[in-house]
């Protein structure tokens, strides 16, 4: 009998630490986003990509991780970077840009955008 009654009485204050927002989950994944400028031109394009609004909401952001979508990477502890874009085709080429972002705790979460690039 006693079981039973612990057992509800924990379930029933687990439910509502849970409810009331005081329940302590883990770290939480932080949020990815960019801006690019300009989202499109003819090449070389010069490409500022902006993450500043990246957010991790129980931390801070320790790491962006770039991929251009065309071959290169790039790691940086601050937001900004520049890249330039190359089309060698006779035809626009759409480059799918991701960001992932890594915050203190190790959880990431990841932002894309395309960038055309026209010959």
Not at 40 to 68: C, H, K, M, R
Not at 83 to 104: A, G, M, P
Request: proline letters at 5%; glycine letters at 10%; hydrophobic letters at 40%.
């Amino acid at each position: 009998m006693k079981k039973r009654i612990v057992g509800s009485l924990s379930a029933s204050l687990g439910l509502a630490l849970l409810i009331t927002g005081c329940m302590f989950l883990g770290n939480l994944n932080p949020i990815a986003s960019f801006t690019v400028t300009p989202g499109n031109g003819t090449s070389p394009l010069s490409v500022d990509l902006d993450a500043a609004e990246s957010a991790d909401p129980d931390g801070t952001i320790d790491q962006y991780l770039w991929d251009f979508g065309d071959g290169q990477t790039a790691s940086a502890i601050i937001p900004t970077i520049t890249h330039i874009f190359t089309n060698v085709q006779s035809f626009s080429q759409v480059f799918t840009t991701i960001l992932t972002v890594t915050d203190n705790e190790g959880a990431t979460g990841t932002a894309v955008r395309n960038i055309t690039v026209n010959p």
